[in-house]
């Protein structure tokens, strides 16, 4: 069973940039899709974007081109880079590891961590 | 983006009763729907995908149905564990969106 493990600050000042990192424990790092899911208080989920076995990114349009997501296949890491953080950012961030084709479905979460923006 | 309209946003139930929620697209989404539930404090947990595919060790109280654009889950008899919150979420089309979620409580 694989596990997922975010790491990162858990608080971020108002215009800085997130970056948060997960950690995959096997190899499935290079054979399946990789998502980062955020949920604020209270609310509901959102998908933030996803990479592909081959590379390729898929954003949210709602981030407004504030995101990036990347592998690391040698360290096993997928990370995510959210830009100009506001408040409205705050949210638990989940690593998510999707299916290895273009049906995503989400089995694998990791435990997600809370990220407050407050100067 | 496809908008995902779950109903209701709350229920109450019993231990035993049968319950539905609904789920509805924005436009068709044939049947690239997976059904989440997520318990307080926890990572959603997947119980159906493409509509009505049970995952694997999930009970069989637990099914999905529809197609296109209106979608239902059912739990056929609540179990004390059964509460929580469930989402949709469609794979139709980028952005991936969920559901609203429809959180079931005890009566």
């Known amino acids: 069973q694989v596990q997922l493990q975010e790491s990162g600050p858990g608080l971020v000042k108002p215009s800085e940039t997130l970056s948060l990192t997960c950690s995959v424990s096997d190899d499935s790092i290079r054979t399946h899709y990789w998502s980062w899911i955020r949920q604020s208080p209270g609310k509901g989920l959102e998908w933030l974007g996803q990479i592909s076995n081959s590379g390729s990114t898929e954003y949210n349009p709602s981030l407004k081109s504030r995101v990036t997501i990347s592998v690391e296949t040698a360290k096993k890491q997928i990370s995510l880079k959210l830009r100009s953080m506001t408040t409205a950012d705050t949210a638990i961030y989940y690593c998510v590891r999707g299916s290895s084709s273009w049906y995503q479905y989400f089995i694998h979460w990791g435990q997600g961590t809370l990220v407050t923006v407050s100067s | 983006d496809i908008q995902m309209t779950q109903s209701p946003s709350s229920l109450s139930a019993s231990v035993g009763d049968r319950v539905s929620i609904t789920c509805r697209a924005s436009?068709?989404?044939?049947?690239?729907l997976n059904w989440y539930q997520q318990k307080a404090g926890k990572a959603p947990k997947l119980l159906i995908y493409?509509?009505?595919n049970l995952q694997n060790g999930v009970p069989s109280r637990f099914s999905g149905s529809g197609s296109g654009t209106d979608f239902t889950l059912t739990i056929s008899s609540l179990q004390p564990e059964d509460f929580a919150t469930y989402y949709c979420q469609q794979t139709s089309s980028m952005p991936l969106t969920f559901g609203g979620g429809t959180k079931v409580e005890i009566k």
């Open positions: 436009q068709s989404i044939f049947n690239y």
């Open positions: 493409l509509a009505s």
